[in-house]
């Protein structure tokens, strides 16, 4: 506190130095928005007092100044970081040479590519400026896509080798395509299976192949499932989907059959629906969330008798999800489970219940609504009765409503005059609802 009190005295009076000392007592997770209007409050006045509060570090409090030298933007602003960008760790510096970049100049960004290979440098280092290579598009640059390819090959830290191969195929670099298939010639390498994911995302066919064959043969690591099946939904095709449902009655991986699930309903296969309806029931509960996903992602009007059958699934969550797309569908045959969702003792099956009721704007909603607006939960009632606004509106699009004016408060404690209210509510609509 002395110290904040020291700073603010030898500091402009001006909100910069309010800001400034704001920044320094800021948590780690709080400081961006500060430094944004910290930027934005300073001119070049400020930037020796900027440059000395990096001198006076410590690390993480360095970048932050040097990230308002970049939301500031002026010639004298760009003239500080350059004069800067060679100083302290690699991060500092990777920080300098993104903000630069940001300000249209390059030169940080190519002296972390000149360095980037240096066999002086450590693996913590690299990583440090590798996100800051991915952002500042450098996958496009021959000179840095080949120094990056170099570390690939030769690096002996796989998380820093993985990251590589995002930035490469991030900004889908031609040029890594020869060193990604000569990986691939090695299945024991612990980037195979993210290389794999590159090229399938870059289009290569045999290395669609190669993944479809690894999924039909269940030797997909639980770890690599999201990249890789992220790249296959990005290329495949229709040709893939007979494949791809063969595997999925054939795999045991829970993660690879949930993959595979999510490939299938995202590229649009309604083939696949039948075997959705057979895997929501099975034994497994994270497979037949997803097959009941998969199922809600592909319904449509013909799919209403089968989703009436899953409305007696064991889950109540699942009950209500199921509800919800049948609302979607025109069909109310869930209205029984929303109104025992309602009654629920977890709340989070209440407000499934209630977000389901305010998806639809008809009539058959306001009783349950109304029912809702009662609920012991005061979130939840002010979520029930948003809803029955809505609906009331849609319904009446002439009228305004105005519940608080109508008596009803769903912040309110006194159960007694919510309850009138609603009473009045219930009234006004058993009057009104075929109006």
């Not at 000149?114 to 440090?128: H, I, M, Y």
């Amino acid at each position: 506190m002395i110290t904040s009190l020291l700073l603010l005295a030898l500091l402009p009076r001006d909100d910069v130095g309010k800001l400034l000392v704001e920044l320094r007592e800021a948590k780690a997770t709080t400081r961006y928005s500060i430094e944004i209007r910290l930027g934005n409050a300073a001119d070049d006045r400020h930037i020796p007092i900027f440059l000395r509060e990096i001198g006076r570090g410590p690390d993480d409090l360095r970048v932050s100044f040097v990230r308002v030298l970049r939301v500031l933007r002026t010639k004298k602003a760009v003239a500080a970081l350059q004069a800067i960008q060679n100083r302290y760790d690699w991060k500092f510096r990777a920080e300098v040479a993104y903000a630069l970049k940001i300000c249209g100049e390059m030169s940080g960004i190519n002296y972390l590519v000149a360095n980037f290979a240096s066999p002086r440098l450590k693996s913590k280092d690299r990583l440090a400026m590798v996100q800051y290579l991915q952002a500042s598009y450098c996958g496009k640059k021959p000179e840095a896509v080949k120094v990056l390819c170099r570390v690939l090959v030769s690096g002996k830290n796989d998380t820093l080798r993985k990251r590589i191969v995002a930035v490469l195929v991030t900004h889908e670099s031609p040029a890594s395509v020869p060193v990604f298939q000569s990986i691939l010639e090695d299945p024991k390498d612990p980037v195979y299976h993210d290389v794999l994911a590159a090229l399938v995302s870059l289009g290569n066919q045999e290395a669609m192949e190669t993944a479809l064959v690894a999924v039909e043969e269940d030797r997909v690591p639980s770890s690599s499932c999201f990249t890789l099946f992220l790249a296959i939904q990005k290329r495949g095709t229709k040709s893939i989907f007979p494949r791809l449902r063969a595997a999925l009655e054939k795999v045991k991986d829970t993660t690879l059959r949930m993959r595979i699930i999510e490939t299938l309903s995202k590229l649009g296969d309604r083939k696949a629906l039948k075997l959705f309806q057979e895997l929501a029931k099975d034994k497994n509960a994270a497979v037949a969330r997803a097959a009941l996903d998969g199922i809600l992602a592909l319904a449509g009007r013909s799919q209403v008798p089968g989703l009436i059958k899953l409305l007696d699934d064991k889950n109540a969550s699942n009950r209500i999800r199921v509800a919800k797309a049948l609302l979607a569908l025109d069909d109310i045959s869930g209205l029984e489970v929303l109104r025992k969702g309602l009654s629920s003792e977890n709340v989070t099956i209440r407000r499934e219940a209630v977000t389901a009721l305010g998806t639809v704007h008809r009539r058959e909603m306001v009783g349950l609504l109304l029912i809702a607006m009662e609920d012991k939960d005061a979130s939840l009632r002010r979520l029930a009765a948003s809803s029955l606004t809505s609906t009331l509106q849609a319904l009446h699009p002439y009228r305004k409503f105005n519940l608080r004016r109508m008596g009803y408060n769903p912040a309110s404690s006194d159960d007694a005059s919510r309850k009138q209210a609603v009473e009045k509510l219930s009234e006004w609509w058993a009057e009104n609802a075929e109006k």
